[in-house]
Nanobody
Framework: QVQLVESGGGLVQAGGSLRLSCAAS????????MRWHRQAPGKQRELVAS???????NYADSVKGRFTISRNNAKNTVYLQMNSLKPEDTAVYYC?????????WGQGTQVTVSS
């Protein structure tokens, strides 16, 4: 059973920074692509960033140049460094991994950016 636990959310002023962490249980963490998604009130969940087992990264256009996804396989942890935050970044942020035909999600961490 895979468990994902996010942390690091909070309230920050526009222009500020936060670093989210997602700790994963289980072995073989390093071979899977990890993803961060977010869901704002009244909106659909959207993919923010992903990082492959080899370290290749992809970002949503809305966060390119401001967010950085990284991973530490020794700690079974994936990070999302968020800089130059905007009020529209306000959302619950979720960590996700797909293993075979199953998707695993964390409980989410709230990020609120005030103007």
């Amino acid at each position: 059973q895979v468990q994902l636990v996010e942390s690091g959310g909070g309230l920050v002023q526009a222009g500020g920074s936060l670093r989210l962490s997602c700790a994963a249980s289980g072995s073989m963490f390093s071979i899977y692509t990890m993803r961060w998604h977010r869901q704002a009130p009244g909106k659909q969940r959207e993919l923010v960033a992903s990082i492959s087992s080899g370290g290749s990264t992809n970002y949503a256009d809305s966060v390119k140049g401001r967010f950085t996804i990284s991973r530490n396989n020794a700690k079974n942890t994936v990070y999302l460094q968020m800089n130059s935050l905007k009020p529209e970044d306000t959302a619950v942020y979720y960590c996700n991994v797909d293993i075979l035909s199953s998707g695993y999600w964390g409980q989410g961490t709230q990020v609120t950016v005030s103007s």
